[in-house]
């Protein structure tokens, strides 16, 4: 964005136009409610907003609106790769399945191809890719969620065949439907004695998660994850689902996405697995990560092979933060590195505010449920 009235800045940042243009007089620019304000202005009055704003969304919406580039038009938006994340009660699958896909799927001439480097892959097949996340996946809804990001396009429920629906597919169900993210059903374990698949139907009807051979919409697909059998369906059905979604994003403007996991090395210092899921990546980008920022030292793909930049879908692990940030956690690249930095002081400052009111807020209580 290079210029915005100033009626839109302030809706922006949920103000009133007339306390926006009172803090431009104060800054000596007078302007009315439709006048253009360039980017130097905008600038000014959003880093003043920065340590006022409370709400941290109002923030992340701001970076994101404000400092994205010219190149962000919806005609630059093309096709990218779905995320699916696999869920489904304990001991159905899971691990097994995503296992599964891997070796069947990524190719034995990518050396280190099938040693997993990161919580997460990708696999390409007619060369359509898919990106598989391996966070648990109860805990990418919740936690991510919680924190208002979404990182998952489709969501695979394992049900094994001799077991049924079990506590938690009724969670990960009531997960995928709140997210409104489409569930393919993988009914695994087809290999063993007591299968029976019939019954994970029936049982899943309950559900809304009707087979499209009874006049439903779900996508069934029996697989053994053990034996590898039912995989190419599965991918298969995964490619269709995506076709219809329609899953975009514009590869040419500066990267925003979402952190999977992160950790400090001690080695390597601050090294955070990111889930780019706009725009493209590329070392030497100044980031800012939730409350902590910095410039991308080197970034390392699945299968743990350094690479300079990073496409919409793509999960990278990198280096180059001040500090570890939080899973869930949104990301946003900067043009120098100078803005990236004092975005990401103030919102650690502000992070630090929030606590200690907190702090106050719970002792005022203690107060009043003492009267
Ligand atoms: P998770 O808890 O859902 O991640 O389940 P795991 O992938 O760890 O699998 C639990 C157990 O079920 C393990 O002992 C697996 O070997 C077994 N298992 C997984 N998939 C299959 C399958 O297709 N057939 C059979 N017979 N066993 C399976
Ligand atoms: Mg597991």
Not at 8 to 29: N, P, Q, T
Not at 178 to 195: F, H, L, Q, R, S
Request: charged fraction near 30%; proline fraction near 4%.
């Amino acid at each position: 964005i290079e210029s915005l009235t100033v009626g839109e800045l302030a809706e922006k940042l949920h103000r009133d136009s007339s306390e926006v243009i009172k803090k431009l007089m104060k800054l000596g620019v007078m302007a009315t409610k439709n006048e253009s304000l360039d980017k130097e202005t905008i600038e000014l009055i959003t880093a003043d907003y920065g340590v006022e704003v409370e709400e941290e969304e109002v923030i992340d919406k701001l970076d994101i609106d404000i400092y994205t580039d010219e190149n962000d038009s919806e005609e630059n938006r093309t096709e990218r790769p779905p995320v699916v994340t696999i869920m489904g009660h304990v001991d159905h699958g899971k691990t097994t399945l995503l296992d599964s896909i891997r070796h069947t799927k990524v190719t034995a001439g990518e050396a280190g191809g099938i040693t997993q480097h990161i919580g997460a892959y990708q696999i390409e097949e007619n060369n359509k890719k898919i990106t598989f996340l391996d966070t648990p996946g109860h805990a990418a809804f919740t936690t991510m969620r919680a924190r208002g990001a979404q990182v998952t396009d489709i969501t695979i429920l394992v049900v094994a065949a001799d077991d049924g629906v079990m506590p938690q597919t009724k969670e990960a169900i009531a997960h995928a439907k709140a997210a409104e993210v489409p569930i393919i059903v993988a009914v695994n374990k087809m290999d063993k004695e007591g299968a029976n698949p019939d019954r994970v139907m029936q049982e899943l009807t309950e559900f809304e998660l009707v087979p499209e051979a009874w006049g439903g919409e779900t996508i069934f697909v029996n697989v053994s994850a053990i034996k590898g059998e039912g995989i190419d369906e599965l991918v298969e059905m995964i490619l269709l689902v995506s076709e219809v979604e329609e899953y975009k994003a514009n590869p040419d403007k500066r990267a925003t996405g979402t952190v999977i996991e992160a950790e400090l090395d001690k080695g390597k210092g601050p090294v955070a697995t990111l889930l780019v899921q706009d725009g493209t990546m590329h070392v030497g980008d100044p980031i800012v990560v939730g409350n902590t920022f910095g410039r991308i030292r080197a970034m390392v793909n699945d299968l743990g092979r350094r690479v300079k930049s990073a496409a919409p879908s793509t999960p990278v692990e990198i280096t180059g933060l001040s500090d570890v940030p939080q899973a869930g956690d949104q990301f946003v690249v900067f043009e120098d590195e100078k803005k990236a930095r004092s975005v990401g002081e103030q919102r650690a400052a502000r992070a630090k505010d929030e606590e200690r009111n907190l702090t106050n807020r719970v002792s005022i209580d203690d107060l009043f449920s003492q009267i």
